[in-house]
């Protein structure tokens, strides 16, 4: 009988450590995206809750100024949900967008994992699948009932569309959360 010589033990132990070092390095990067996944779609159902929330608050009789919304800051690792409503603040009128100290912050959401808010676009490249049109430093999306359309702010302009671009902590991957004036919102 003849046993393994250490040159064939050594030869094993470098394949198997090599195949170990590719698994670690793949399970990184699958988890790195599964995180950005789910965050992307965390930041999609923000958006459906300050709509919901829009539908759900009991109505002033004389008043029908209650709208909520979503805000973005450019390279941010946090958005906030936002009451925009008129009786809340009777020096103001519900504007559709977010007026920071004026407008009560419902909550305020941190993303987690590093990640960061890393552009606002408001336009999509059908053939490269990709958005154009970035550079924007806010974006609001804000619901006012009785209409179901949504109000698409950047700065004092207003939008049919907004792509918000997160980032993975490592920026290697990205994922786009596309609402459009007509309250459909997808995670692309």
Sequence with gaps: MRGFTVLEMLIVLG???LMTSVV????RNFDSTTLLNNLAYEIALDVREAQVLTMSVSRN??????????YFDDDTDSYIIF???QSLNPTETADGKYTEGVDPKIKTVVLQGGARISDI?????SA???PINCGLTTGTASF???HLDTTLRHGGGLENDLYIVVKSARGTNTKVIHINKSSRIEVL
Aim: aromatic share 10%; with cysteine.
């Design 15 to 17: 394949i198997i450590g």
């Design 144 to 146: 006012k009932r009785p």
């Design 121 to 125: 676009c408001h336009a999509w490249d």
């Design 24 to 27: 670690i390095a793949q399970y």
């Design 83 to 85: 009451a925009d409503d």
């Design 128 to 130: 490269n699948k990709k």
């Design 61 to 70: 009789s004389d008043q029908d100024q209650d709208a909520y919304g979503i």
